[in-house]
């Protein structure tokens, strides 16, 4: 066992020993590594510089494509603005002719409807004779004897113009004609 702490107290000698030469290497070394590390010094600062410089023009080309970005946002929120109102406007219209064409379509139904009362009314006069058609339509304005005259079929005309006086009959056929 004296043996083995023997050796052991030889190991921890030379290891202190080493340890001391390594040191004193070290330290005469110094002044040399000082000039080496200026040197890398002065060389990395150029280095950083350029490589400071490279990284500002990258970050002002950052800068210029933002601006421009932001740019180009605001023109599209300008873009987008006006498109709304665009349809807005044309929504406005869109719903003017909505109503426009339901107020047609009410039309329309009540034409539909005259003209079937009308044709309905022609098929009545036709089955009439013109001494019973007289006395109706002396009380019937003109604007009524002419649609009744266009329902009517072209052989039962001549019995409408018998039941009208002359006057009357002389008016509706200007007006037929076009001369009024």
Do not use: C
Not at 25 to 32: I, R
Not at 39 to 68: C, I, N, P, W, Y
Not at 138 to 144: E, F, G, I, L, S
Request: proline share 1%; glycine share 4%; net charge positive.
């Amino acid at each position: 066992m004296k043996k083995i702490l023997i050796w052991i107290g030889a190991f921890i000698g030379l290891f202190v020993v080493l340890i001391g030469i390594t040191f004193a290497v070290l330290s005469s070394n110094s002044p040399d590594e000082e000039i080496l590390i200026v040197q890398h010094s002065a060389t990395s600062k150029g280095v950083e510089s350029r490589a400071l410089k490279v990284k500002q023009a990258e970050v002002d080309t950052l800068q210029a494509q933002f601006l421009d970005i932001k740019s180009q946002i605001f023109f599209n929120k300008g873009k987008i603005d006006s498109l709304n109102e665009q349809l807005a406007f044309k929504d406005d219209l869109i719903s003017g002719y909505v109503k426009e064409i339901e107020k047609l379509n009410v039309v329309v139904l009540k034409n539909e409807k005259q003209a079937v009362n009308l044709k309905e009314l022609a098929k009545t006069y036709e089955s009439m004779k013109s001494s019973e058609m007289k006395p109706i339509l002396a009380n019937v304005a003109d604007a009524t004897v002419l649609s009744i005259y266009k329902n009517m079929s072209a052989k039962n005309r001549k019995t409408l113009f018998q039941a009208l006086d002359q006057k009357r009959a002389a008016e509706i056929t200007e007006i037929l004609a076009g001369s009024k």
